[in-house]
């Protein structure tokens, strides 16, 4: 399976829709804000580049789950290819677990690569410990992101999960405060996007990055979704879920 899990991953990093979407989309976003436009009361606040890195950082890292995840399973499902891999020796649920770490494993050249551009374009400096915590926080509360795309990947085949995963990945990323602060939407939608995974692992990345800050709530929001996603890849983990019928 650490073959099949390496191929793939390499696979998906050659590829220019998850250069793209994972990496390009989100640096583009970055250099945007950071360098080309200023918006009185976010832009110019202070540390706003460092905030701003990680909250691009978990974007990119979202859609890289979803994609190496959700939407290369769900294609190889509809292609009929899953089917003739678990024909082999790697057995139905050895060939979503390896798309899981796969997953995970995406995540670290979009992370990787938003943090490299902070700190090469904005100066972003923190000491190596702090920079490791980030990305330790990031990385590791990121496993929500991948179970989540592997629970799309396992509900909706063929090039329906590609939209599905896009249907998942801008509201999530927008309501979150991703992209844009979350101060100017209405209370509610406030108070809804503090229960998001991507809002919990942006903050629990700010508290790494601060050293300090509240990291249970976080936490808990990361584990129930999780632990929602896990629930949904069990029960569609059949061997005929992975035809092409299924």
Known sequence: MTHYIRLDVVSMVRSGYFLVFSVLFSAGFYVMFTKLFTVSGWTSAPGFAATYMIALAVSGAFYAALTGGGIRLGEERGSGWARQLTLTPLSPRR??????????LLVLPALAAIFILGALLNQVR????????????????????????????????????????????????????????????????????????TSALYHLAITAERGSGEVATPLLVLACWTALALVVALARLRPEALSPAG
């Open 95 to 104: 060939y979503v677990l390896g798309k899981l770490v796969g997953a995970w």
């Open 126 to 197: 923190m000491p190596p410990d702090r920079w490791a915590l980030v990305l330790a926080a990031s990385w590791g509360g990121s496993v929500c992101f991948a179970v989540f795309g592997v629970a799309i990947g396992l509900l909706v085949a063929g090039e329906a999960t590609q939209f599905a995963c896009l249907g998942v990945f801008f509201p999530m990323a927008i309501l979150g405060g991703l992209w844009f602060p979350t101060s100017a939407f209405p209370q509610t939608v406030r108070q809804v996007s503090d229960y998001l995974p």
